[in-house]
């Protein structure tokens, strides 16, 4: 089994002062796999058990231009499935238009993502809700900059890891590469989903069986294909009131 690392990276200017253990990091396989339609399944979970939750998207590429500014569609689904609704900004406090790896969206309009923009701003939707559901960017080690990965947002804000997995071929091993990277890189695995994002996947079962057996964690849930906003909150009824008594 892998071993928990007690390495923690040091953050010079960020504050300390800033509560980090409400939130929840939403992690997925890989970009596209589902961690917007879980993470929106999770927020109206926890609203559903009578809690305050917000999402955010620390980090978003590919956002439409309007007249407030940048928008990225995942910061919009997380800002509508949250109560209290944050501030665009503070949802989303790097912003890119351009659809590609936020390292090179950014260098495109020569800013650099880093860690202190993210932290302030989620302390402040932290300070108004019992949880922040925190949506990663792509997969654990996507790229934000030439020295931070997608992983560091996590470690910052030192939450607990959620790990969406897209049922799909080969999500056994995106699966177990993310887990392992996840607890190699000192971060708690607190549980896996199971999204069936691919409806003609067959032996699915099996595949879910698989990863109960090999994960190092528990499984959260599974959300079915096409599932509507109160399915899926409903599937993930048990992870919600779970993760709210650890975050
Ligand atoms: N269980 C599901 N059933 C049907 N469609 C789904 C399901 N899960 C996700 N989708 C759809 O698949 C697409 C990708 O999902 P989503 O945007 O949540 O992925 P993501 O991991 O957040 O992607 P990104 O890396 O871009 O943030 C969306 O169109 C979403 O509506
Ligand atoms: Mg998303």
């Not at 609203?47 to 407030?68: E, F, H, I, N, W």
């Amino acid at each position: 089994m892998w071993q928990i690392s007690a390495q923690r990276i040091i953050l010079p200017g960020v504050n300390a002062q800033i509560p980090t253990r409400s939130g929840v990091f939403v992690a997925g396989t890989d970009t596209g796999i589902g961690k917007t339609f879980a993470a929106c399944a999770l927020l109206h979970a926890l609203r559903a058990a009578g809690l305050r939750a917000t999402g955010m998207k620390p980090v978003a590429s590919g956002c439409a231009s309007t007249p407030d500014g940048l928008r990225n569609d995942d910061a919009l689904a997380l800002i509508a499935a949250s109560d209290p609704q944050p501030d665009y900004a503070d949802c989303n406090p790097f912003a890119f238009a351009q659809a590609v790896s936020p390292h090179i969206a950014a260098r495109a309009t020569a800013t650099e993502v880093t860690l202190p923009p993210i932290h302030a701003a989620y302390g402040k939707l932290a300070a108004r809700a019992d949880v922040v559901i925190v949506e990663g960017v792509g997969g654990w080690l996507a790229p934000l900059s030439d020295s931070l990965l997608a992983s560091a947002i996590a470690q910052a804000l030192r939450l607990p890891v959620v790990l969406v997995v897209g049922l799909k071929l080969g999500c056994l091993n995106h699966a177990h590469l993310s887990a392992r990277s996840i607890v190699a890189d000192g971060c708690e695995l607190a549980g896996w989903i199971a999204n069936r994002i691919d409806p003609a996947m067959e032996r699915v079962d099996e595949s879910l069986e698989t990863l109960r057996r090999r994960l190092p964690a528990p499984c959260l849930g599974v959300l079915e294909f096409g599932s509507d906003r109160a399915r899926a909150a409903s599937a993930l009824r048990t992870a919600a009131t779970m993760l709210h008594t650890r975050a």
